[in-house]
C-alpha cells in the first residue's frame, strides 16, 4: 500500500473554484504510474505575481507562467551529512508543484477545457518534471507527453492535447 503524504494549499481566493480532491487524485495517479510507493509532494494554488516572483527568481524569467516544479533534490545524490533518518525522509520528498490559478484559468479558456482538467493536466506535468521528465529534447519530450498521456487517459480525461504540446 502506498504511503504518499500530499499537501495541497489553495490560496483562499481561487478555493471556490479548485477542488483539492482533483488535485490529489491527479497526483496519485501519477505516482501509481511512476510504481513510487513512498512520496511527498506539496501543492500550492496561487496567484501570477507570486508565480511571476518565483519564475524570475529561481529561471531568470520575469513572466507568469502556469505550473513550477520546484524538485526537492537533483538527481540521486543526498548530503552525507545528513543523519540516515534525515537522508532517508529527504529522499522520500519529490519536492513542489506552484501553480497560477489566474494563468490556468486563461490558458483553459484559450484551449477550450474545464478548470477540473487544466488542473490535472498541470499537476500531472508538473509531477513528472519532479520524476525527472523533461521536454528539452524530441526524445525526452516523447517520453514526457507519452507518459501525460497515459495518466490523462487513466484519469478519464480525454482532450486532444497536441496543438498546446507543439506551442511549448
Sequence with gaps: MPEWE?????????????????????????????????????????DNDYVQQLNRDYRGVDAPTDVLSFAAQEGDELDAAFAPEAAEEMDRYLGDLILAYPYAAAQAARYGYSMQIEMQLLVVHGCLH???????????????????????????????????????
Design 6 to 46: 500530499i499537501t495541497v494549499d489553495i490560496d483562499e481566493r481561487f478555493a471556490p473554484e479548485v477542488a483539492e480532491e482533483t488535485l490529489t487524485a491527479a497526483l496519485s495517479a501519477v505516482l501509481t504510474h511512476a510504481g513510487i510507493g513512498n512520496a511527498g509532494v506539496a501543492v500550492v494554488v496561487t
Design 130 to 168: 519532479l520524476l525527472g521528465y523533461d521536454h528539452d529534447t524530441d526524445e525526452a519530450q516523447a517520453e514526457m507527453w507519452a507518459a501525460q498521456h497515459a495518466i490523462l487517459t487513466g484519469l478519464g480525461v480525454m482532450v486532444d492535447l497536441t496543438q498546446r504540446m507543439a506551442e511549448e
